[in-house]
Protein backbone atom coordinates (compact mmCIF):
# COMPACT_ATOMS: atom_id res chain seq x y z
CA UNK A 1 0.00 0.00 0.00
CA UNK A 2 1.62 3.37 -1.11
CA UNK A 3 -0.24 6.58 0.11
CA UNK A 4 1.46 9.78 -1.71
CA UNK A 5 1.13 13.46 -0.40
CA UNK A 6 1.92 16.16 -2.78
CA UNK A 7 3.26 19.50 -1.94
CA UNK A 8 2.83 22.27 -4.09
CA UNK A 9 4.23 24.38 -1.67
CA UNK A 10 7.95 22.64 -1.49
CA UNK A 11 7.95 20.74 -4.66
CA UNK A 12 8.44 17.40 -3.38
CA UNK A 13 6.48 14.12 -3.08
CA UNK A 14 6.53 11.99 -0.03
CA UNK A 15 5.07 8.84 0.62
CA UNK A 16 4.98 6.12 2.94
CA UNK A 17 5.07 2.63 2.36
CA UNK A 18 4.91 0.20 5.23
CA UNK A 19 7.00 -2.62 3.36
CA UNK A 20 10.19 -0.16 3.21
CA UNK A 21 11.32 -1.52 6.56
CA UNK A 22 10.48 -4.24 8.71
CA UNK A 23 7.91 -3.63 11.41
CA UNK A 24 8.22 -0.10 10.30
CA UNK A 25 6.99 2.52 7.85
CA UNK A 26 8.88 5.13 5.78
CA UNK A 27 8.73 8.44 4.52
CA UNK A 28 10.32 8.71 1.29
CA UNK A 29 11.21 12.37 0.04
CA UNK A 30 11.46 12.51 -3.74
CA UNK A 31 12.05 15.77 -6.13
CA UNK A 32 9.35 16.70 -8.13
CA UNK A 33 11.48 20.00 -9.83
CA UNK A 34 15.31 20.57 -11.09
CA UNK A 35 17.22 21.35 -8.40
CA UNK A 36 20.65 21.21 -7.23
CA UNK A 37 21.24 20.74 -3.69
CA UNK A 38 23.14 23.64 -1.66
CA UNK A 39 23.38 22.23 1.85
CA UNK A 40 22.46 19.10 3.98
CA UNK A 41 21.14 20.19 7.17
CA UNK A 42 21.08 16.56 9.12
CA UNK A 43 23.16 13.51 8.35
CA UNK A 44 21.96 9.56 8.43
CA UNK A 45 20.79 8.72 11.98
CA UNK A 46 20.01 11.63 12.82
CA UNK A 47 16.36 12.07 15.06
CA UNK A 48 13.93 14.12 13.41
CA UNK A 49 11.01 16.04 14.56
CA UNK A 50 7.76 16.95 11.93
CA UNK A 51 8.96 19.99 10.27
CA UNK A 52 12.53 19.77 10.48
CA UNK A 53 15.25 20.52 7.78
CA UNK A 54 16.87 17.96 5.93
CA UNK A 55 18.33 19.26 2.58
CA UNK A 56 18.44 22.84 1.19
CA UNK A 57 17.63 22.90 -2.61
CA UNK A 58 18.01 25.86 -5.06
CA UNK A 59 16.09 25.63 -8.33
CA UNK A 60 15.68 29.08 -10.58
CA UNK A 61 17.72 31.00 -8.14
CA UNK A 62 14.94 30.53 -5.49
CA UNK A 63 15.93 28.18 -1.86
CA UNK A 64 13.89 25.13 -1.20
CA UNK A 65 13.79 23.97 2.18
CA UNK A 66 13.29 19.98 2.16
CA UNK A 67 11.04 19.08 5.61
CA UNK A 68 10.03 16.06 7.18
CA UNK A 69 6.32 15.38 6.92
CA UNK A 70 6.58 13.25 10.35
CA UNK A 71 9.22 12.36 13.39
CA UNK A 72 11.46 9.93 13.05
CA UNK A 73 15.12 8.51 11.89
CA UNK A 74 16.65 9.64 8.84
CA UNK A 75 17.73 6.45 7.11
CA UNK A 76 19.04 7.09 3.91
CA UNK A 77 20.23 10.38 2.70
CA UNK A 78 20.26 9.92 -1.28
CA UNK A 79 21.60 13.22 -2.58
CA UNK A 80 25.04 15.55 -1.15
CA UNK A 81 25.96 18.60 -1.89
CA UNK A 82 26.50 19.69 -5.78
CA UNK A 83 23.99 17.18 -6.79
CA UNK A 84 21.60 18.23 -9.85
CA UNK A 85 18.51 16.14 -8.40
CA UNK A 86 15.76 15.67 -11.69
CA UNK A 87 12.11 15.12 -10.72
CA UNK A 88 11.27 11.91 -9.12
CA UNK A 89 14.91 11.29 -7.87
CA UNK A 90 15.08 9.99 -4.37
CA UNK A 91 16.18 12.48 -1.75
CA UNK A 92 16.16 11.12 1.80
CA UNK A 93 13.97 7.71 3.63
CA UNK A 94 12.88 8.95 7.23
CA UNK A 95 11.97 5.85 9.41
CA UNK A 96 8.84 6.07 11.53
CA UNK A 97 8.52 4.41 14.74
Known amino acids: ?3 TIASAETGLQRDS ?4 FPGGVAERIHAEIVAKVI ?3 RGEGADLAAGDAVLLL ?3 KMEI ?3 TGT ?3 LSHLAVGVG ?5 GDLLAVI ?3
Open 39 to 41: EVA
Open 95 to 97: EVP
Open 17 to 20: SAAC
Open 65 to 67: PVL
Open 83 to 87: DVVQE
Open 58 to 60: ESM
Open 71 to 73: AGR
Open 1 to 3: MLN
